[in-house]
């Protein structure tokens, strides 16, 4: 028995609705961080009327949750908070456990070893370079750009190209991310009260349905042809696509594309959600712009960015470390509880819903030094060791951890370094750090920029 179960167990502290509700009005994401800093790294019980979640944020709780005790704490996928995901992503490996999730997630993950992601450097490099190449016209005529349609339009060059095979094409990947944009907005009511049943109408549905069907009409097709015509291909749809058993059953054409649906968007728009808040930051952390350019001249200058190059971009990565404590994309992972049992000594009775938050515990005062300034220092290789190693934890842990990290994290410098080695970039208006809350967290207004061409001969 580990030292977790070996005090008694009281009832868990309660935050009450009338105290609750004013402040998640007002601020939803500050008032769990405030509940969670009031609490002091204790379990704590979040009173919405009937829905009654226990919110876990010291870090050794929360990898128990996660890792050590995980069987306990399952995703189910049927609970409340899963309802508007599983809307659109149906029984995908996000959603899903047990022999369907084993299954998608043992023949996706082979993809995503750290070992494969550095056979994909180049040609993702080479995608983002031809997506950037676009950026030239509005360049040279200081036309302003929106960043969250350049994002897009870079993230979906360079993610077709090494996971999707190329097979949905940039413009009808832009249609899915923005369908994907709608469902992640239009599914906040049916999260906020996640007790509603399906059947009564709320804000939001239709544009839902609507979503969804745009994201089929493209999907389906390439799922039917591929399994039409079976390649040994290594991309997505054609690893989705190969014959494979599951209780007994072969795998439907209905799962494939859940899964097909998930892959895409867990590729593209956490990639656009974290990326959209380095302007921002640049904007108002200029001693941060000026070492991340200076890195980035020193490191790649004039040169097409290779291979090479991404060991070398040291305080890029910590700018990106820094980015994944602040706005961690995947910001909530709900878990329900199969059995009771003691959690550091408050009582979790079987079936309560868990909220485990990377957002709430990187941003706790408990465990982080001003924990709402932009320091990429925290993760520089000299900064002391962190007392609680497990407070930062944006890509989860455990049986579902993120297995797109190490492709995030190559990918993210890559874009960094392609467009600020040959653009000085300027942000209209104040950048605003507040993040609005959804599927993922991005900044309450696309950043409108303007691009100044670095003039420098372009080295072949
Ligand atoms: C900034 C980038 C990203 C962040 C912050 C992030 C975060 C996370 C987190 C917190 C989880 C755990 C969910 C849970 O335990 O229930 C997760 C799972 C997952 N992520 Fe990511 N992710 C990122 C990028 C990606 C990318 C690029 C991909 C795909 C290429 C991806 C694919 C997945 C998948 C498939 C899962 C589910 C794994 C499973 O349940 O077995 N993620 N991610």
Known sequence: MSAIHEVTATTAGTVPLRRALPRLVRSPLDALVGFADEAGGEIVRLNFGTF???????????????????????????????????????EAILVVEGPLWESSRGVLQPLFTAKRVETLID???????????????????????????????????????????????????????AA?????????????????????????????????????????????ETLRRPDDGQDIFSTLCRPRMVNGQQITERQIRD?????????????????SWLWP????????????????DQVVGAEQLQRSHVAELRYTRMVLDELLRLFPAGWMIPRTAVESENLGGTRIPSGATILVSPYVTQRMA?????????????????????????????????????????????????????????????????????PRMGA?????????????????????
């Open 52 to 90: 009654r979640p226990y919110m876990v944020t010291h870090p050794t709780h929360l990898q128990h949750v996660l890792r050590d005790n995980a069987s306990n704490y399952t995703r189910d996928g049927k609970g409340l908070l899963w309802r508007p995901v599983r809307r659109a992503v149906g």
């Open 180 to 224: 994907l944009g709608t469902i992640a907005t239009a599914m906040v009511p049916r999260l906020l009260v996640p007790f509603m049943p399906d059947a009564i109408p709320m804000p939001g549905d239709r544009a839902f349905r609507d979503a969804v069907r745009t994201i089929d009409d493209i999907v389906l097709p390439i799922i039917s």
């Open 440 to 460: 993922s967290l991005r900044p309450r207004q696309s950043a409108q920029l303007t691009l100044v061409p670095v003039d420098r001969p372009r080295a072949s």
């Open 366 to 434: 408990a465990f982080w030094e001003r924990p709402g300034a932009f320091d990429p220092e925290r993760f520089s290789p000299t900064a002391p060791r962190r007392e609680h190693r497990n407070s930062y934890f944006p890509f989860g842990g455990g049986p579902h951890q993120c297995i797109g990290q190490y492709l995030f994290l190559m990918e993210a410098p890559l874009i960094i370094a392609t467009l600020l080695s040959r653009f000085r970039i300027q942000m209209h208006g104040k950048g605003d750090l507040t």
């Open 281 to 296: 930051v640049l904007d108002t952390h200029p001693e941060v712009a000026a070492r991340l350019v200076d890195e980035i």
């Open 259 to 275: 899964d097909v649906v998930a892959m895409f968007s867990t590729s593209t728009e956490t990639t656009i959600a974290v990326l």
């Open 123 to 177: 040609a993702m490099a080479a995608a983002i370079g031809e997506a950037v190449d676009a950026l030239d016209e509005p360049a040279r005529t200081g036309q302003a750009v929106d960043a969250s349609d350049t994002l897009s339009r870079i993230v979906c060059q360079a993610t077709m190209r090494v996971l999707f095979g190329d097979k949905i094409s940039v413009p009808d990947a832009m249609r899915i991310v």
